[in-house]
């Protein structure tokens, strides 16, 4: 029998989001890697990633990006540029129900947060527990 190592459609790696360009499969195996929210959304919106779970997770990994792109330092203003962030990545596919479970899932989160560093990593944590 072969050994096979599994493969993760998404992931969160140095800050980064990895996908596998689905639009390529069956005939190629790329990796995409993002460092931009609203690259991720046009990843969602063209179907570069697919898939309900990966949706979603790929949602949350977005606020993820947000939160880290955010020159934002009270909490007020992160949670205003999550929720800009949230309607964008939204609305690329919003019938998706995984999406928005995976996008509320991170403002909950992000909600709870004292501080705009604290809720960084609140949102990243987050999105990390629900990819596994």
């Known amino acids: 029998m072969?050994?096979?190592t599994s493969l993760r459609t998404v992931e969160w790696?140095?800050?980064k989001v990895i996908m596998i360009e689905q639009t390529k499969l069956p005939n190629?195996?790329?990796f995409v890697e993002y460092d931009d929210f609203n690259q991720v959304a046009n990843a969602i919106k063209t179907l570069i990633v697919r898939g309900a779970p990966a949706i979603g997770v790929s949602g949350a990994f977005g606020l993820g990006l947000a939160a880290l792109q955010s020159k934002a330092t009270t909490k007020?203003?992160?949670?205003?540029?999550l929720e800009d962030a949230r309607k964008i990545l939204f609305?690329?596919?919003p019938t998706?129900?995984?999406l928005g479970w995976g996008l509320?899932?991170?403002m909950n989160a992000a909600n709870t947060g004292e501080t705009a560093e604290q809720i960084r990593e609140l949102?990243?944590?987050t999105a990390k527990k629900m990819a596994d």
Do not use: F, G, M, P
């Open 104 to 106: 509320e899932k991170i």
């Open 76 to 81: 007020e203003e992160l949670l205003s540029d």
């Open 28 to 30: 190629e195996l790329v």
């Open 91 to 93: 609305a690329t596919r």
């Open 96 to 98: 998706a129900v995984n």
């Open 123 to 125: 949102v990243i944590s």
């Open 13 to 15: 790696k140095n800050n």
């Open 2 to 4: 072969q050994n096979v």
